[in-house]
């Protein structure tokens, strides 16, 4: 099995069996698309939805947002010989994982499911919200996912410092 990793702003299309393609998320949203008949699927991986009106974006900048992601991924699925009209998603992500952040995860899912609905993408399966990061696999070529939470960190433990006499010998080590 070859594995293909995607971070954010990225993605990948795949037409061949036997290849993953793989990310990880927290407030970001991936969807992966897939047409069943041509075999041929992808993920991308977002930071935002859309930008705010009157937010002017550089044209690198784009590559954050899904409403420039969702274009591209559909666009490269057809340059390989996908058909838009049989198009299938899976959307993961959207957690609100950083406290301070508010529901920009919740956000990002919304703009997802209205992204796909608006184009007439049906949504196989999704797996969005919490406050929990996930690894997202998806063999594009069967059009089957698997997502999983990524288990927390445990805290960084930081010891003290020894106490220094004062006057005393400085040792090397």
Excluded: W
């Excluded at 993920?43 to 274009?71: C, I, K, T």
């Amino acid at each position: 099995m070859r594995r293909v990793p995607i971070v954010q702003g990225e993605h990948a299309v795949v037409s061949e069996a036997n290849v993953i393609v793989s990310t990880v998320l927290g407030s970001c949203i991936a969807v992966c698309l897939q047409d069943s008949v041509s075999r041929i699927g992808g993920m991308n991986h977002f930071l935002l939805g859309e930008p705010s009106a009157g937010h002017d974006v550089s044209p690198q900048d784009m590559q954050r947002y899904g409403v420039h992601a969702m274009e591209v991924l559909i666009n490269a699925l057809m340059a390989r010989g996908a058909s838009r009209d049989r198009l299938k998603a899976h959307i993961y992500g959207g957690a609100n994982v950083v406290a301070g952040l508010g529901s920009i995860g919740s956000q990002n899912a919304s703009f997802a499911r209205r992204f796909c609905q608006t184009e007439g993408i049906a949504i196989a399966h999704e797996d969005v919200g919490g406050n929990f990061a996930r690894r997202v696999e998806f063999l594009a070529y069967e059009g089957k996912s698997r997502c999983s939470r990524v288990a927390q960190a445990p805290p960084i433990q930081i010891k003290p410092p020894k106490p220094v006499a004062a006057g005393g010998d400085l040792e090397l080590f």
